[in-house]
């Protein structure tokens, strides 16, 4: 018999779920006993698939095709059986006709489940009805499933269980598929245009020493070997910025990350991104490259600059706005920094909007005006902007302002207030740097386990030299959601973090 029916409680006359896995394997070994375990099959000749058949079907009508995938529906159950097969491409109509395969092959399909994986020789044609269709020959059962399907009108929908299993998932949910091919597609994209511009790919250390490049809480791991407590890295600046030193003037490297921090929508404990390093550019050739990169994604992904994300609609036209932080924070608080020369005033000010300082923070002009920006600014982004001049406090890598050196020269875009980037004027100044680097280990010392650590190497390789450079740092998971019209990380990563259950 074939079962359609999901694991939800069954009407009375229908097997239970335990009736049902039990008859899935009984099936299979009846088969088995018959010399006709699908198991020992190792391969089947593909040579179509479903959308490039149905594209075709005008010079493909008539011609005989071998396609395999996974049985999804059966209706009919007399001389003839139509049943929807769904491969890597989408999914196509089969007929199978007692005429055409014979008598006892009928008889075996009809006992196939929803579920198994077959594969089918066969003529394309077009029914009655105008479905472009295969005509079945010959059906082969190439693996049998032993679990039944969500069924179809409910399908898989919690989504803990999606993103737990989701082999499930891609089986039973289209959109999501479509999902992980836009991934793949920016991705590739990325590569291409970096390539394009001279760039080269490179790879660096997952395992450091050290943990640096960014501030973030780091996952810890022992080597065994040279019996030293090693760091997952949290970010790939520090090494990228080591080739600029050695001479190699245009670097990226397309990376997974971890940070032992918070999950939420945006959040996850692993994620990709990629960092890119050009000498002789500073922070505003950043913001062109980021604008155009992401801009062309879209227009070449989707065919427009205009997206749906988080509920509003973004223009992605190229042309966005640059705003300074401490522009950014007047025109949406009233409070004008630049006119505050104290750090007691910066801090009262802040505090006379209900924005308070973390503990571990120094109570500075610059820490209280990116939390400003942060608590009270940064959800009123929705259209892409990038805010510039951060302050040094927060900027530990960029290089100072020319025009005020309370300030950096770096940028985060920002899109539906989400942050999709960083870039800095990097800094070259070892003497400057090492400074910072101190600054973040007294952090460290007060109890903040996301400040930076002291890297020696690091400073040596400055102090041989790095030229003027720009540097770039792109969320792949962000710009995925941004593309795919996703307000969850988890619905971006095949693999999300998930807590075992118990």
């Keep these: 018999m074939s079962d359609q029916t999901s694991s939800q409680q069954p009407v009375q006359g229908e097997p239970s779920l335990s009736e049902l896995l039990q008859i899935r394997r009984d099936k299979l070994a009846a088969l088995r006993e018959q010399g006709r375990d699908p198991f020992v099959i190792t391969k089947f000749g593909v040579t179509h698939h479903s959308d490039e058949v149905k594209a075709r079907f005008e010079e493909m009508e008539g011609q005989t095709v071998r396609l395999a995938g996974r049985l999804m529906s059966k209706r009919g159950m007399g001389k003839a059986v139509f049943s929807d097969l769904q491969d890597g491409a989408g999914r196509i109509q089969l007929y199978v006709r007692i005429d055409d395969v014979g008598e006892e092959a009928l008889a075996a399909f009809k006992k196939y489940d929803i579920g198994d994986i077959v594969g089918v020789e066969g003529e394309v044609f077009r029914t009655q009805r105008g479905e472009i269709s295969i005509k079945a020959k010959t059906i082969t059962l190439l693996s049998k499933s032993l679990l039944p399907l969500p069924e179809k009108f409910h399908g898989l929908t919690d989504v803990e269980t999606r993103c737990r299993q989701r082999y499930v998932d891609l089986i039973v949910n289209p959109d999501v598929k479509r999902n992980f091919i836009i991934r793949s597609q920016f991705i590739k994209h990325v590569r291409d245009f970096m390539d394009g511009r001279g760039f080269m790919e490179v790879e660096t250390p997952v395992l450091n020493t050290i943990s640096g490049g960014a501030t973030a809480r780091p996952f810890i791991t022992h080597h065994n070997t040279l019996d030293m407590d090693m760091y997952m890295r949290i970010a790939t600046e520090l090494p990228l910025k ?53 801009s062309s994604a879209a227009q070449k992904i989707l065919g427009t600059y205009q997206v749906e994300w988080q509920g509003e609609r973004i223009d992605l036209t190229p042309g966005w706005p640059r705003l300074p932080m401490h522009e950014a924070v007047k025109q949406y608080t009233g409070l004008d920094f630049m006119a505050i020369t104290s750090d007691e005033e910066a801090v009262a000010a802040a505090k006379s909007i209900g924005v308070e300082l973390p503990e571990t923070a120094d109570k500075t002009w610059g820490n209280a005006l990116y939390e400003c920006f942060d608590q009270r600014v940064e959800e009123k982004l929705i259209q892409p902007t990038f805010i510039t001049m951060h302050p040094v406090d927060v900027s530990p890598l960029a290089k100072r302002s020319p025009a ?99």
């Design 404 to 502: 005020d050196p309370r300030l950096t020269e770096r940028f985060e875009l920002f899109i539906c207030h989400s942050e999709m980037g960083n870039a800095f004027s990097e800094l070259n100044d070892p003497i400057d740097q090492r400074q910072r680097f101190q600054k973040q280990v007294e952090l460290r010392d007060k109890g903040d386990d996301e400040a930076g650590m002291m890297d020696e190497d690091f400073l040596t390789a400055l102090e041989y030299g790095m030229p003027p450079t720009g540097g770039l740092g792109i969320g792949i998971d962000r710009c995925v959601m941004l593309l795919t019209n996703n307000d969850s990380i988890r619905e971006v990563l095949l693999f999300p973090t998930m807590k075992p259950l118990e």
């Design 242 to 294: 080591r080739l600029i030193v050695g001479g190699l003037e245009r670097v990226y490297e397309i990376g997974r990350i971890f940070r032992n921090e918070g999950m939420d929508n945006r959040h996850n404990p692993e994620f990709t991104t990629i960092e890119l390093y050009q000498a002789y550019a500073d922070f505003n050739d950043m913001m062109d490259l980021f604008e155009d990169l992401l």
